[in-house]
């Protein structure tokens, strides 16, 4: 099993910028994809992409947050990040990390709180 803990959410304000950091722990199941996901307060339990990465490297990001928010992936901590920049009232959302594996198994976090005052 895979363990996912997020880190890094808390109040800030409009213009501002946070650092969210997903830890995995337990087994060391090769990983297809990686990325962060956001569940707004009005969304009931949809959750919304926000940025991916594959194993290769490769990024995508919900338009909402390109050109703001980073997805970036280290290694030897194996951790997953994201850099959110120029944050907006609009973002606040329980962020939620995600890995899923090459067998299509899903893993996801219980998320960190992230608020944002206009």
């Known amino acids: 099993q895979v363990q996912l803990v997020e880190s890094g959410g808390g109040l800030v304000q409009a213009g501002g910028s946070l650092r969210l950091s997903c830890a995995a722990s337990g087994s060391r199941i090769a990983m297809k994809s990686m990325g962060w996901y956001r569940q707004a307060p009005e969304s009931g339990n949809r959750r919304e992409l926000v940025?991916?990465?594959?194993?290769?490297?490769?990024?995508n990001y919900a338009d909402s947050v390109k050109g703001r928010f980073t997805i970036s992936r280290d290694n030897a901590k194996n951790t997953l990040d994201l850099q959110m920049n120029r944050l907006e009232p609009e973002d606040t959302a329980v962020y939620f990390c995600?890995?899923?594996?090459?067998?299509?198994?899903?893993?996801w976090g219980k998320g960190t709180l992230v608020t944002i005052s206009s």
């Open positions: 940025a991916t990465m594959t194993t290769g490297g490769s990024t």
């Open positions: 995600h890995h899923m594996d090459f067998q299509h198994m899903n893993y």
